[in-house]
């Protein structure tokens, strides 16, 4: 049994310069951090033909091309040799529309059981790119690129995405110190909504190739804060990186209408009334997790658990898409 996890991330800024309408014309940065969440994927040879799948479904198929799941079925056409007879499960950590880049993680942690499966070596690089491809260019999905290369690479990442559709990926300087005091101070709650992203990505896709004018200037904003927010971070002002977040949240619920809502807005207000220094929400807006920076940690805690959220604690994974037992 082949058994691979790929972790879920935060973004710490600069989120939503990675799709390729922005950054083909105008070079993307964000700042992504691997968390201690997981997907996780098997991969096992059956006693009998087939194709076996069990995620929040079932499926037991002969051919590829009857395969439901989307990701897997277009995964699969990449291993056809591998794909007569095969027992593949899913499960995570944490469930999918939450806004941590569940769909980047599963499809790395997919390819990387399936390259096992087949005793191929992949690089990090070469395996995120492989996910983009599956999602981008063969199933149209409108997103970006950081989930796929933060779920591979691991850390806490920047990565500037280049206009000729190069990606370069660098390890953000910070101090150990202020990594441990970033890691105690994040706090994140889920907000109890679910969504699918691809709705507000399409809205920013199909503005932005459109050189909507002030979708263009909220994202040329977004990369800004994202540039400014690597400055604080490898100072160690971690007060001022907060702040950030605060800045880059009442920015990006410009970006659309269903970027937040009456109730998300509430406990935002309340996070920040009970020692909260900024935040956000993580992902493309609309529901998900709000993740806030406070060092009265113990007075937010008790704010949100009375508003009857539920807190999420992480730190952050160093490992990336790896394979756990063969």
Not at 7 to 28: A, K, N, V, W
Not at 116 to 144: F, K, S, T, W
Not at 264 to 269: A, L, R
Not at 292 to 303: G, I, P, S, T
């Amino acid at each position: 049994m082949i058994i691979v996890r790929s972790p879920l991330r935060i973004t710490l800024g600069g989120g939503g310069t990675d799709l390729p309408s922005y950054y083909r014309d105008h070079e993307g940065f964000l700042i992504a951090a691997a968390i201690d969440k997981y997907v996780y994927v098997t991969v096992i040879k059956p006693f009998q033909p087939g194709i076996y799948l069990k995620y929040s479904e079932i499926e037991r198929v002969d051919r590829i091309e009857a395969v439901r799941h989307r990701i897997v079925r277009e995964t699969l056409k990449q291993f056809a040799a591998e794909a007569t007879q095969i027992e593949i499960t899913t499960l995570a950590d944490i469930p999918a529309g939450t806004g941590l880049g569940s769909s980047g993680s599963f499809t790395t942690a997919l390819l990387r059981a399936l390259h096992a499966h087949a005793r191929n070596i992949v690089h990090p690089r070469e395996l995120a790119e492989q996910a983009c491809h599956i999602e981008i260019d063969l199933l149209r999905e409108p997103i970006g690129r950081q989930d796929q290369y933060i779920a591979a690479f691991g850390g806490v990442t920047c990565f500037t995405f280049r206009r000729d559709g190069t990606i370069d990926a660098a390890p953000l300087a910070l101090p150990e110190d202020v990594r441990h005091n970033l890691e105690d101070n994040l706090l994140m709650f889920f907000t109890g909504f679910s969504r699918a992203a691809s709705q507000i990505l399409q809205d920013q896709d199909a503005r932005t190739r459109r050189n909507d004018n002030a979708m263009i200037e909220n994202l040329h904003c977004v990369k800004e804060l994202g540039l400014r927010s690597k400055r604080a971070l490898e100072a160690g002002d971690l007060i001022a990186f907060g702040k950030l977040m605060d800045e880059h949240w009442q920015n990006k619920r410009r970006r659309s209408d269903g970027m937040s809502s009456p109730k998300i807005d509430e406990w935002y207000d309340l996070a920040v009334a009970n020692g909260a220094v900024g935040g956000k929400l993580i992902g493309a807006g609309g529901g998900g997790f709000l993740m806030f920076y406070a060092e009265d940690k113990a007075r937010l805690r008790h704010a949100m658990r009375s508003a009857g959220l539920t807190e999420v604690r992480f730190r952050f994974d160093f490992e990336g898409t790896k394979i756990v037992a063969q």
